[in-house]
């Protein structure tokens, strides 16, 4: 659920009230455009979340709902799109996302909005319809987009009261949304569900452990369902990347023996766990009965608290092969200082990246980033930090080569890759100089020759990631 905001019927119908950008003027979803990217790549679901760097969440959007949204409104997609505070979405407001250097749009959705209640859970062919829009702008722009099925209402919490009728609803909701985007290439990922596979009614973790394994199998059995049902569709999808969700998409819980991957015969998944440690910053706004609002962080056991997380999800799923996507991390701005705002993100971020983990941070209308103005973050340090820990370099840069072979043996001293110093030693400088090579900082042809640490003689991305996971491991 992220750090959703829900919105009363007053302050609903003020805001549909204010809201008077049309879908026509958003451009309208088209009936049966074709796919803004149908291949599918020869490589593996670990190299696909390397390449996605970091990304951003488009929250409180298509994930809005509640039942007064259609008493209170005509009930459009548009109505639901602003419910909770959003502006239309428009095809700027995505490319400015990618501008930013962001890899990756995660679309949080609530496929019910609209649902004719029959018992049959048809999506709506409009609501369909303007995700669907939503994903090619994403695409169009260069970026990956991440599908799931958001809270949703909460009727996944229903699973342990009548799990026959959740499972029916959950599969032909997944069928359908598999059918629509069969034929898109590998630029779109599914995600099988948000924060729901975890229920108190069967475990309490913070009781006897009375239910745990059973709690944790039907968390299992719900995400095998939604790999199989992936993979018997057709078009892309039996090959498609997949995001599993995590349980409770809980770090440590993710990280427990009972929690199992799914067989998969493309072994094409990674895992999402969402980070918002701790909840006193990350979460709390102002007190509440169970916790104490915290206005700063990054003290050195904050530190230590971030880097045991991230290790514990690189130890437990990327040393093993299973890439790991945070899907969700962030923090709210209100009654939070600036700084330990941007120290807290960018902090993730890096402990993330840094990991081979990818970060997604969650924001929402009136958050990190100006969907009615400027398209770009608001706080351009925080902006600034982002693209020193994950630099956007869209096409590889060339390393000039001499047109003829030197007449004699070259006098110059042989360069350590990695070594941008020159200081005969590799170190954390050198990765902060390589990073001002890949954003252009640095032109000094020296340095750039000395960062391509492959030595392949192109610098990109990769060098900087070798040389970091280098330091790592040495």
Request: hydrophobic share 35%.
């Amino acid at each position: 659920m992220g750090l959703k905001t829900a919105l009363g019927k007053l302050t609903g119908l003020v805001l549909s009230g204010l809201m008077t950008i049309s879908i026509a003027s958003a451009g309208a979803p088209a009936a049966s455009a074709a796919p803004a990217y149908t291949g599918m790549r020869d490589m593996t679901t670990m190299e696909l979340v390397r390449d996605m760097g970091h990304g951003i969440n488009l929250g409180n959007t298509m994930e809005a709902c509640g039942d007064w949204i259609a008493q209170w409104s005509d009930g459009t997609p548009q109505d639901y799109e602003t419910a909770w505070g959003s502006p239309v979405i428009t095809k700027e407001i995505i490319q400015g996302y990618a501008d930013e250097g962001f890899g990756v749009l995660r679309i949080p959705t609530a496929w019910s909005n609209m649902m004719v209640d029959d018992g049959t859970y048809t999506i709506n062919k409009d609501f369909m319809a303007r995700v669907t829009q939503i994903v090619d702008w994403t695409i169009e722009a260069n970026m990956y987009a991440i599908v799931n099925i958001h809270w949703d209402n909460g009727w996944v919490n229903k699973f342990p009261d009548n799990k026959t009728e959740c499972m029916k609803r959950f599969k032909t909701m997944w069928t359908q949304i598999s059918d629509n985007f069969k034929d898109y290439g590998d630029r779109l990922i599914f995600e099988s569900q948000n924060e729901e596979l975890g229920w108190e009614s069967i475990w309490n973790p913070w009781g006897d452990g009375t239910g745990k394994a059973e709690s944790y199998a039907l968390c299992n059995e719900i995400n095998q369902a939604f790999v199989d049902t992936i993979r018997s569709s057709g078009g892309n999808n039996p090959k498609r990347h997949l995001l599993i969700s995590g349980y409770n998409t809980g770090i440590d819980r993710t990280c427990d023996n009972l929690f199992k991957m799914p067989n998969d015969p493309a072994n094409r998944m990674a895992v999402s766990v969402h980070y918002y440690t701790p909840a006193g910053f990350a979460i709390l706004e102002e007190d509440a009965d169970w916790g104490k609002a915290v206005s700063t962080w990054g003290t050195q056991s904050d530190y230590d608290e971030l880097n045991g997380w991230m290790d514990m999800m690189k130890s437990n799923y990327v040393d093993k092969g299973i890439p790991v996507i945070i899907g969700e991390y962030g923090c709210p701005i209100k009654n939070k200082e600036s700084d330990s705002v941007r120290r807290f993100l960018s902090s993730v971020c890096e402990a993330a990246y840094t990991r081979q983990l990818c970060p997604v941070m969650w924001d929402t209308p009136g958050g990190h980033y100006d969907r009615e103005g400027t398209h770009q973050l608001n706080d351009r340090a925080l902006h600034d930090a982002f693209v020193r820990i994950v630099p956007h370099t869209p096409d590889p840069i060339e390393l000039q080569q001499p047109t003829e072979p030197p007449t004699e043996a070259p006098t110059e001293t042989p360069v350590l890759a990695g070594d941008t110093d020159f200081d005969g030693v590799i170190s954390s400088l050198d990765v902060v100089i390589t990073r001002r090579c890949l954003t252009g900082d640095v032109k000094d042809k020296d340095v750039i020759r000395a960062a391509d640490f492959d030595t392949d003689g192109q610098l990109t991305i990769n060098d900087l990631v070798s040389l970091q996971n280098f330091i790592l491991k040495r």
